[in-house]
């Protein structure tokens, strides 16, 4: 049975209801306004229990026209409901007659006919507001402190960075050569050294991801010396002071660099990223260059020892072996590497002295170099975020015809670096590290601007 049949018979009873009691209550009114015990009412009484009669049944008249009213309205009501539902069966009985035209044609002859039900409409979800623009999720992205990055580039994804580094360093040295009479008094000949060193260096670095764990990088640096010296000639009686300048520019050492990812980082483990890096020799090495000396540095007659031309390369190749690990734990992101870099010797290598001459230097083998860093990345909002770590490494003694070269000893380098990183949109970054050196050997400043962009 339908609403409104339930709604008409209760409509009707309540009608009835009111009409059988509006007689009912005169009466009784009536009844008790003139009780037989009871003394004749007076005439204003009679017209108060009649005005109050009147204004009862207007009252009652009045909720009939209201009942009457949302009755009306209640059917109203349920005719538009009956009329949109069935619009609604209509529509949907539309859009499956081809569907059902197209299955019957697809049945062989003779087989049992399928009727398609059309699918239930779900009810859809409304939406209040705006929600924010989706952020990346880049959890492990921490500004780069070192020369290796910490995240891999992502499958299909091109990175160009370029950066610019520049290194100041300052170093006073100075040699006795001679032998004491008394402790206070020195017999010979006093070698002071103070050397200023500035490098810029410009760099063109592109990474490539061929799949979600491999990627492959390449560097192309341009380098820029300059260096001052003012000491005085060894092994010379002079007292006067001498000032020393040279600069260097050209292409330094290409590298090429391959990174696989090991580990995907569950079950509580960090990210293990194995790396391997080769170093070429095509920058200008310090065996090409002209030194300020007559014939020998060691022991010739006149000169610095000090090359005229400061090299911007190596000499030597190198490969690189390496591991990078990298532990999150929100917000924080805790990384590290440890590389060992082996140089290969070279044969047969010469120097030029001033006047054109050469010396024979036979084979050469440069220490190889133990590395370790260590670091933690904090993100301090969506965009940005900064970074602390130490780099540390040790450079072994230098060999010439198999034998250690005098006065060569093992060196160590170390430097407290601080990053920040400022995620300019989707596709720009800028990082800035600053470096300052632990140990004497180490350049005493580093500022380092990388600007990826990702393709």
């Not at 006073?172 to 002071?192: H, K, M, Q, S």
């Amino acid at each position: 049975m339908s609403n409104s049949a339930k709604l008409h018979p209760l409509s009707a009873l309540i009608s009835t209801a009111l009409l059988i009691t509006a007689p009912a209550l005169h009466a009784q009114s009536a009844g008790r306004a003139k009780p037989p015990s009871s003394p004749p009412a007076s005439q204003a009484q009679v017209d108060a229990l009649r005005r109050q009669l009147s204004d009862q049944a207007e009252q009652l008249d009045n909720m009939r026209k209201a009942l009457g009213d949302l009755d009306g309205r209640y059917r109203e009501l349920m005719q538009a409901m009956e009329a949109e539902k069935k619009a609604h069966e209509d529509a949907l009985s539309r859009m499956a007659q081809p569907q059902q035209a197209q299955s019957q044609q697809a049945q062989p002859p003779g087989a049992p006919r399928t009727v398609q039900v059309p699918p239930r409409e779900e009810p859809r979800e409304v939406q209040i507001g705006t929600a924010p623009a989706a952020v990346p999720e880049s959890p492990l992205s921490v500004p780069q402190l070192f020369d290796q990055p910490s995240v891999l580039t992502a499958r299909g994804q091109t990175i160009v960075e370029p950066s610019f580094q520049y290194e100041h360093s300052s170093t006073n040295r100075a040699a006795l050569v001679g032998f004491t009479v008394i402790p206070a008094i020195l017999v010979g000949l006093v070698d002071v050294r103070e050397v200023r060193r500035n490098t810029s260096t410009a760099t063109l670095t592109v990474r490539h991801g061929f799949s979600d764990r491999f990627e492959l990088e390449g560097r192309l640096p341009y380098l820029y010396r300059s260096d001052s010296t003012v000491s005085r000639e060894i092994f010379t009686g002079t007292a006067t002071d001498r000032a020393f300048s040279a600069t260097g520019s050209g292409i330094g050492d290409v590298e090429m660099t391959g990174r696989y990812q090991l580990t995907t980082g569950t079950s509580r483990w960090p990210y293990l990223i194995g790396s391997l890096r080769f170093k070429s020799r095509t920058g200008k090495d310090p065996f090409e260059v002209t030194t300020d000396c007559v014939t020998r540095c060691v022991g010739g007659t006149t000169g610095t020892g000090e090359p005229l031309e400061l090299p911007v390369g190596s000499g030597f190749y190198t490969l690189q072996p390496g591991i990078t690990w990298l532990y999150p734990s929100d917000p924080a992101v805790f990384f590290g590497s440890f590389t060992y870099g082996y140089n290969f010797k070279r044969t047969g290598v010469s120097r030029h002295v001033l006047g054109g001459e050469t010396e024979s230097l036979g084979d050469v083998k440069p220490g190889n170099t133990l590395g370790v860093n260590f670091g933690m990345g904090l993100a301090l909002n969506d965009r940005s975020s900064f970074s602390i770590g130490v780099d540390l490494s040790t450079i072994g003694r230098t060999q010439q015809n198999g034998a250690d070269v005098p006065g060569s000893v093992r060196t160590t380098l170390a430097s407290l670096l601080l990053g920040y990183s400022l995620r300019w949109d989707q596709n720009h970054t800028v990082n800035l590290s600053v470096g300052a050196g632990l140990t004497r050997d180490t350049p005493d400043l580093t500022l380092t601007v990388r600007m990826p962009f990702n393709f």
